[in-house]
């Protein structure tokens, strides 16, 4: 076989290998690991927890700013690259904090750089004291619609998520 006939033996090999590699999050994927199955992670944006919704349809990335008792919460899409803007009034999470059950009800926050208003936004915040010392906790996000898909008790744990 001579070089050209080695190539163009190769070519196809390498174009399904390639595709293979970089095809990433275009699987179905349920949100399950199964024993030898390729399960994925996406990394959050601002550097805090990622809270899948559905088969990642959609996340919820939770940062917690110790020092002022506050936590955001930011609506993303499903590979957690765009901000998806919600009509909500507000976004409940009851969490469990040292065996001690706590509602958290973050309200809608307006940027006057994206365009964002108290209606039609993607980030959320509530401040409670025991967010100052709480770097562990557990929780369900009570219910949120998002584009028509409405998602409830949507349990986690802070800081691990739900991946």
Not at 12 to 38: Q, R
Not at 68 to 83: A, K, P, R, V, W
Not at 135 to 148: A, D, Q, R, S, Y
Request: charged share 20%; glycine share 10%.
């Amino acid at each position: 076989m001579n070089a050209t006939q080695s190539v163009r033996r190769t070519l196809p090999i390498l174009a399904i290998t390639l595709s293979a590699l970089f095809s990433g999050c275009g699987g179905k994927d349920d949100g399950h690991a199964t024993e030898g199955a390729h399960k994925h992670q996406h990394r959050a944006p601002h550097g805090g927890t990622a809270i899948v919704l559905g088969q990642e349809a959609f996340h919820l990335e939770l940062v917690r700013t110790a020092e002022t008792g506050l936590l955001t919460c930011y609506i993303l899409d499903g590979h957690m690259e765009s901000f998806v803007r919600v009509m909500a009034p507000h976004l409940s999470l009851e969490t469990t904090v040292s065996n001690q059950t706590r509602t958290l009800e973050l309200l809608p926050v307006a940027n006057a750089a994206t365009g964002e208003k108290i209606g039609d936004t993607s980030q959320f915040e509530a401040r409670a004291e025991w967010l100052k010392t709480a770097t562990n906790f557990t929780g369900k996000v009570i219910g949120i619609t998002i584009k028509g898909s409405t998602f409830t008790d949507v349990a986690f744990r802070f800081p691990e998520g739900n991946e």
